[in-house]
């Protein structure tokens, strides 16, 4: 497995790997990896001859208050983690390798940037969309894969790759969950055991309001209820709230929409969302 530091040497991989006509699909992450971004790696390798990961902590996404200095890291394990699961190259930049002297560029969006988790995180989405344009044309990847486990931000990249005509074709994969319906994220490891016993209780909610929806039921009052459901079990919801699926403007159809969360255990934020098809 290669490992580079620079956008020059990643580019000498990606030449390489076009030499020998052979297709590349990026998996961008902030490391500390769990299964879930291990689905991305497997994903990536099914639909493209080479996986290529990225390892980036990238500082422009994390508010001045948010968990920028206590978010985990763990280059060596996540290294070790990325060669046994069969990854060409890991990208492995430093902030200012991505950010270097004088930089002045930053891809600032509306649409499905607005709302939900910018209400709550207004630094968020143009510092995912500034990161992942920069690590997408620093690749040069055919396609590139990120989880819907973060809808909104799956969105936002569709939207943003389309407008600047970035050639590289972006793909959904599915949440990976524990068993009880945890959807896996970094931030988990955050719980405490009593916040882990009550964390699945906000897929569950989020299945129990797509039911109703399903049923008929008025949205906002299955919205409210599962609002009181979130807030007794011990959560601080930021929203909870049902969207058109692709553009995460008003519902229009039920059948084409989905249920987007974010709620507070404590210190540690959790988001999750289903399709409400
Ligand atoms: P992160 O390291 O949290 O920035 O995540 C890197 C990528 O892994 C993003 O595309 C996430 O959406 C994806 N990801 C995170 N958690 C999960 C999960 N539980 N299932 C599938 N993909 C995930």
């Known amino acids: 497995m290669h490992v580079v530091r620079t956008v020059q040497e990643l580019r000498a991989v990606q030449a390489e790997l076009r030499n020998h006509k052979r297709t590349s699909c990026l998996v961008p992450t902030m490391g500390a990896l769990h299964t879930g971004h291990l689905s991305l790696v497997t994903y990536a390798r099914e639909h493209a001859d080479e996986a290529i990961a ?3 902590v990238n500082p422009t996404q994390f508010g001045p208050n948010e968990d920028l200095d206590r978010y985990p890291r763990q280059e060596a394990k996540d290294l070790a983690t990325f060669e046994d699961n069969g990854v060409h190259a890991v990208f492995v930049p430093t902030v ?96 405490s055991a009593d916040e ?43 929203y909870l709230s049902a969207r058109d699926g692709e553009t995460l403007g008003p519902l229009k159809q039920v059948a084409r929409g989905r249920l987007l969360a974010a709620a507070w255990l404590g210190t540690t934020r959790l988001i999750d969302n289903v399709a409400l098809a």
Request: cysteine-free; charged content about 20%; aromatic content about 6%.
């Open 54 to 56: 990225t390892l980036f």
């Open 96 to 191: 200012q390798e991505i950010y270097g002297p004088g930089d002045a560029t930053t891809v600032s969006m509306a649409g499905p940037a607005l709302g939900l988790e910018a209400d709550h995180r207004p630094h968020f989405f143009s510092g995912v969309a500034t990161v992942v344009s920069r690590l997408l044309l620093a690749a040069l990847s055919d396609m590139a894969v990120f989880g819907e486990k973060d809808y909104q931000q799956l969105q936002v990249i569709r939207r943003m790759v389309a407008d600047l005509n970035i050639p590289t074709i972006i793909h959904g994969a599915p949440t990976v969950r524990e068993p009880d319906g945890l959807a896996l994220s970094s931030r988990n490891a955050y719980l």
């Open 196 to 238: 882990r016993a009550i964390a699945p209780m906000l897929h569950a909610t989020l299945q129990r309001v797509r039911e109703r929806l399903q049923s008929g039921e008025d949205v906002d009052r299955a919205l409210t209820e599962g609002l009181e459901r979130l807030t007794s079990a011990g959560f601080k919801p930021d």
